[in-house]
């Protein structure tokens, strides 16, 4: 259920509409009759990479360091 307030209303009541979003409303913040922005909750970003995690699980041979033919680099040399 969506629930639309006037910016005037939004600023006075903002902790008790930041409360309601938490809690899983939809707060829809209006300019006059028209809608303008809508309050949701930040979601919370995963936890930082850690450096090495993937180590041991990919190899790479002796021919990963080969000269590319002479087709492929000009590809990717975009000639």
Do not use: C, Q, Y
């Not at 913040?29 to 995963?46: E, H, K, M, T």
């Amino acid at each position: 259920m969506s629930k639309t307030v006037p910016m005037h209303t939004a600023k006075t009541h903002l902790s008790r509409l930041v409360a309601e979003a938490l809690d899983g409303a939809d707060i829809i913040i209006s300019r006059g009759n028209r809608p303008a922005v809508r309050l949701v909750p930040v979601v919370p970003v995963a936890s930082r990479r850690v450096f090495g995690a993937m180590k041991d699980s990919l190899t790479v041979d002796a021919s990963f360091f080969d000269e590319l033919p002479e087709d492929e680099l000009s590809a990717w040399e975009g000639a």
